[in-house]
T-cell receptor
Framework: QQQVKQSPQSLIVQKGGIPIINCAYE??????FPWYQQFPGKGPALLIA?????SEKKEGRFTISFNKSAKQFSLHIMDSQPGDSATYFC???????????????FGPGTRLSVLP | ETGVTQTPRHLVMGMTNKKSLKCEQH?????MYWYKQSAKKPLELMFV???????ENNSVPSRFSPECPNSSHLFLHLHTLQPEDSALYLC????????????FGPGTRLLVL
């Protein structure tokens, strides 16, 4: 129940295309859903995040769509560029509880390649 | 750079060796984390420290021993590791524990022979 499923495992698109990465979760107690971007040789970096009280959030070319009833959320990258080639991780977090750290559960990642 | 540094960046060790990974954050954060990243597997949270106290330990084998001497430094002491422990070990920090953004270091690539 603590898992976050992510698909596809890898994705190849042409420059300008709109890659879509999907994630699904089971635990309805999750209330924070960030996406991380990781380039080779670097640690993951927060890209964009959403809470379940909104159905969509957009930051620049990156958009999260959230479907609370289906327990699914997805990342869309508009006008993708070769520089977007990276591994993308979705995650889900439980609310903060006293004396416990963040309990982030990460998806297994999607390796995106954007061809020039 | 994210303000979180890790050393060494690469480490090769035998199963009988003892080594330590170091993490330092320059962001003034008060929570620090160790994660394990293996190929084709989700990031695994290993340890969480808040104000230098361990607040989470996700059933990590005792051959991994964390140490947090102050809020800026975090160590992971390694001894008698197994080949399956080979992975990228990531350190992260955040300001507090309330679903704040975690800032990751570049990781230490560990190979256990």
């Amino acid at each position: 129940q603590q898992q976050v499923k992510q698909s596809p495992q890898s994705l190849i698109v042409q420059k300008g295309g709109i890659p879509i990465i999907n994630c699904a979760y089971e635990n309805t107690a999750f209330d924070y859903f960030p996406w991380y971007q990781q380039f080779p040789g670097k640690g993951p970096a927060l890209l964009i995040a959403i809470r379940p009280d909104v159905s969509e959030k957009k930051e620049g070319r990156f958009t999260i769509s959230f479907n609370k009833s289906a327990k699914q959320f997805s990342l869309h990258i508009m006008d993708s560029q070769p520089g977007d080639s990276a591994t993308y991780f979705c995650a889900a977090s439980l609310p903060h509880q006293d004396n416990y750290g963040q309990n982030f559960v990460f998806g297994p990642g999607t390796r995106l390649s954007v061809l020039p | 750079e994210t303000g979180v540094t890790q050393t060494p960046r690469h480490l090769v060790m035998g199963m009988t060796n003892k080594k330590s990974l170091k993490c330092e954050q320059h962001l003034g954060h008060n929570a620090m984390y160790w994660y394990k990243q293996s190929a084709k597997k989700p990031l695994e949270l290993m340890f969480v420290y808040s104000l230098e106290e361990r607040v989470e330990n996700n059933s990590v084998p005792s051959r991994f021993s964390p140490e947090c001497p102050n809020s800026s430094h975090l160590f992971l002491h390694l001894h008698t590791l197994q080949p399956e422990d080979s992975a990228l070990y990531l350190c992260a920090s955040s300001q507090g524990l309330r679903q704040e953004t975690q800032y990751f270091g570049p990781g230490t690539r560990l190979l256990v022979l």
